[in-house]
């Protein structure tokens, strides 16, 4: 048995906007993934109702207390909270009350994300993250949930995944507000850190918001980042060393290295191209002291080829719904990779599969290639605490089917199926695997 310790974290995650549906409903106004995404989602679908988990959230807690989960992340929606400039939406803030009361209730810790990806259109239409402004208005957001569930939650992430609704959203065109930047290189890059200084900024100031206005002592506060990740093909120090070098390569990954956020964040370091628009005041306002390192993770970017990346993969190698390759070593190189530089404990903020899920003729859903992924991917992550990493908890992408953003609704990455059509609930094979491993704290060899 690959035991973990035992107040190991385990969990589960979700996003407002990728399972609450409710769109126009107690007083919400519309986010950049409402308005701007109509020509970008696959089928032409929306996020209007998906998971309709705005009504439906005592029935899903219901199901995450059968599952056992010790932790469940979620996220705020910053337009059912504030919906316009200055005006407090008392019904979208009793939403989260009631949602945390109910985790509560069933012995689950409320894991709070403020923001994930589903920035106001008023915010927007007055330049987003674009505009210096957004700091004092996210300052007053951040201020507004802390006040309302602080009470009831310990474990807070300012942000989630940066890079891609920074990059992917005003550079790329995969995320909303789908914008592409076609400078040179070099401008690029210029752009991409004006804009980034605005993220670091709104996330040090959130931090200093926890912890001085929170309502209980123990808070704990980090970030969920996502970056490229590389494994070492050998343990050679040269392949070792290789690996490393790759993942903190801002010329090569620029929003996508880890540093380019985490260099701000923890060690009060400006990266490259941000060193002439970061004075020392402003780093030590992003420089907050944080208590663990959350860490979104689901592929070895040198295993997973495009067209701009040759590396290692080959034809035919197992790959998930997305596309993803499948390297479950990734869960040991990555938290090795920013434990050594950060020096704070790994909290895996998301990890699991897209798969081809669906209703089988005996009315259950089989899933064992979740099951296979979720346990090797494990395995590792046992394997890098072994070696001396410290890691407090592992967090599963995602708790149940969601709308994946302008993939719609065909990637499946839940542990409970979602039909769309009757919002009926299936726990899969893998949510049993997954209640049994939380049970046994630990893996069966």
């Not at 992430?157 to 592409?180: K, V």
């Not at 628009?277 to 592929?299: A, H, R, W």
């Amino acid at each position: 048995m690959k035991q973990f310790p035992k107040d190991f974290l385990w969990g589960a995650a979700s996003a407002s906007f990728q399972v609450e549906g409710a769109r126009n409903e107690d007083g919400k106004t519309d986010s950049i993934w409402d308005a701007t995404s109509p020509g970008h989602i696959k089928r032409n679908l929306n996020g209007d109702v998906t998971c309709d988990h705005y009504h439906r959230y005592k029935e899903d807690v219901a199901l995450m207390k059968e599952l056992g989960l010790k932790s469940y992340r979620f996220s705020i929606s910053w337009p059912r909270v504030m919906p316009k400039r200055g005006v407090i939406n008392e019904r979208g803030i009793k939403f989260y009350q009631n949602l945390t009361d109910e985790l509560l209730k069933a012995g689950i810790e409320p894991f709070c994300t403020l923001y994930h990806w589903d920035l106001p259109m008023w915010v927007y239409n007055e330049g987003g993250w674009e505009n210096p402004q957004i700091v004092k208005e996210f300052t007053e957001y951040v201020k507004v949930v802390v006040e309302a569930i602080s009470d009831r939650v310990r474990y807070w992430t300012t942000f989630n995944e940066p890079a891609c609704f920074i990059g992917f959203g005003y550079f790329d065109g995969r995320q909303a507000p789908f914008r592409i930047n076609r400078m040179e290189k070099e401008q690029k890059f210029r752009d991409l850190a004006r804009i980034s200084k605005n993220v670091l900024l709104c996330h040090g100031e959130a931090v200093k918001i926890i912890r001085s206005c929170s309502k209980r002592a123990d808070s704990q506060v980090g970030f969920a980042l996502n970056a490229r990740n590389f494994v070492a093909y050998d343990d050679t120090e040269a392949g070792i060393e290789k690996a490393r070098r790759q993942m903190f390569d801002i010329d090569e990954g620029s929003f996508m290295a880890a540093n380019w956020w985490a260099d701000p964040m923890i060690l009060g370091k400006a990266p490259k191209y941000m060193e002439d628009i970061l004075s020392e005041e402003e780093l030590k306002l992003i420089c907050q002291p944080l208590d663990f390192f959350g860490y979104n993770v689901y592929f070895a970017n040198n295993y997973n080829a495009d067209a701009s990346a040759p590396d290692k993969g080959w034809a035919g190698m197992p790959r998930t719904q997305m596309g993803w390759a499948i390297t479950p070593e990734v869960l040991y190189w990555s938290p090795k990779f920013l434990y050594e530089r950060y020096h704070l404990p790994i909290l895996i903020t998301e990890n699991g599969m897209s798969n081809l899920d669906f209703v089988m003729s005996d009315g259950k859903v089989h899933d064992p290639q979740r099951i296979d992924y979720m346990e090797r991917y494990l395995g590792e992550l046992h394997h890098a605490m072994e070696d001396g990493i410290l890691v407090i908890g592992y967090t599963a992408w995602s708790i149940m089917d969601n709308f994946e953003w302008a993939e719609g609704f065909d990637p499946r990455f839940g542990l409970i199926y979602v039909d769309y059509r009757t919002q009926e609930r299936i726990p899969k094979d893998s949510f049993y695997w997954y209640q049994n491993v939380i049970r046994e704290n630990g893996l069966r060899d």
